[in-house]
């Protein structure tokens, strides 16, 4: 259990367009889900905290007209980069967190393969 | 928010024990301990995670510390496909919320 997916898996795009990326939770309802970015050789890093039917929370630095987050159920959250740029390129991952619903296994977070996102 | 001290890389041998260490002297006490590693351009993958207890599963034992200062992820036998970044990380579980900071975690090499 505990599956996460992601999609697209990778995607390119020319400079000003708008990428989404969706974020489901396979077999679990998702209190929160997390979006982080990962640069080459560097460590993830937090860009928001998502609750549904919520607005997103956003790290300090991330801009949240940039990075528009929607989650609109218990099993889905989306990330959209709009107006994408060269720097926005990066890799994008998402992760999910039942919450304490009883169990050692809920109070962790679940992460999806991540998306690759080249901005030309 | 309370940090890990792990070391940069360590090296093993194919089917030998493995014990990656991890510092974590300014934990508090509701702080979990979790372990996650993540192979080349994928996502991070759970490992195990713990409170105060040792923890074991079907890919590794997480051994803790007495005074909860420090922990040890501990893979009984190193495979090839173990060869990964290891995070060490505290929950940071403000209010309701979890959450995750990443360091640069350990790299681990396996040897055949």
């Known amino acids: 259990g505990a599956v996460v997916s992601q999609h697209p898996s990778w995607v390119i795009c020319k400079s000003g367009t708008s990428v989404k990326i969706e974020c489901r939770s396979l077999d679990f309802q998702a209190t929160t889900m997390f979006w982080y970015r990962q640069f080459p050789k560097q460590s993830l890093m937090l860009m928001a905290t998502s609750n549904e039917g919520s607005k997103a929370t956003y790290e300090q630095g991330v801009e949240k007209d940039k990075f528009l987050i929607n989650h609109a159920s218990l099993t889905l959250s989306t990330l959209t980069v709009t107006s994408a740029h060269p720097e926005d390129s990066s890799f994008y991952i998402c992760?999910?967190?039942?919450?304490?619903?009883?169990?050692?296994?809920?109070?962790?977070?679940?992460f999806g393969p991540g998306t690759r996102l080249t901005v030309l | 928010d309370a940090k890990t001290t792990q070391p940069n890389s360590m090296e093993s041998n194919e089917e030998e024990p493995v014990h990656l260490p991890c510092n974590h002297s300014t934990i508090s006490g509701t702080d979990y301990i979790h372990w996650y590693r993540q192979l080349p351009s994928q996502g991070p993958e759970y490992v195990i995670h713990?409170?105060?207890s040792n923890v074991n599963n079907r890919m590794a034992s997480l051994a803790i510390a007495e005074d909860r200062k420090s922990s040890t992820l501990i893979l009984h036998r190193a495979t090839l496909r173990d060869a990964a970044v290891y995070y060490c990380?505290?929950?940071?579980?403000?209010?309701?919320?979890?959450?995750?900071?990443f360091g640069k975690g350990t790299l681990l090499t396996v040897n055949p």
């Open positions: 990380i505290l929950s940071y579980s403000g209010g309701s919320n979890y959450k995750l900071t």
């Open positions: 992760s999910a967190w039942r919450g304490l619903a009883g169990g050692v296994e809920a109070d962790t977070q679940y």
């Open positions: 713990g409170l105060t």
